[in-house]
Nanobody, 121 residues
Framework: QLQASGGGLVQAGGSLRLSCAAS????????VGWFRQAPGKEREFVAA?????YYANAVKGRFTISRDNAKSTVYLQMSSLKPEDTAVYFC???????????????????WGQGTQVTVSS
């Protein structure tokens, strides 16, 4: 199971840190990804982490994904937030994801409930 938290309302240029807490004994080898979905738009990839990190071009340089295996938690540090970052953010995990599909939501087996991020202008 995955539990996402940390969303909220922030002004443009501000920061938020999202957390994704997972259960399971194999967390250290699990790929965890963040996706987001804005109203009226399709879900899109934001970032993922396995042994290295992957980012969408729209967030590269502003967002940082990291993991704490001892806490079975993945973080998404979001800085320099823009109104277009407003969305519901979901974390997802999978154990058999290959690099070529790591940006595809269909590659992930488990999804958290989502946390709302709203960036005001």
């Amino acid at each position: 199971q995955l539990q996402a938290s940390g969303g909220g309302l922030v002004q443009a240029g501000g920061s938020l840190r999202l957390s994704c807490a997972a259960s399971g004994r194999t967390f250290h080898s699990t790929t965890v990804g963040w996706f987001r979905q804005a109203p009226g738009k399709e879900r899109e990839f934001v970032a993922a982490i396995r042994w290295t990190e992957y980012y969408a071009n729209a967030v590269k340089g502003r967002f940082t994904i990291s993991r704490d295996n001892a806490k079975s938690t993945v973080y998404l540090q979001m800085s320099s937030l823009k109104p277009e970052d407003t969305a519901v953010y979901f974390c997802a995990s999978g154990n058999r994801i290959i690099t070529s599909t790591i940006r595809q939501g269909t590659a992930y087996d488990h999804w958290g409930q989502g946390t709302q991020v709203t960036v005001s202008s």
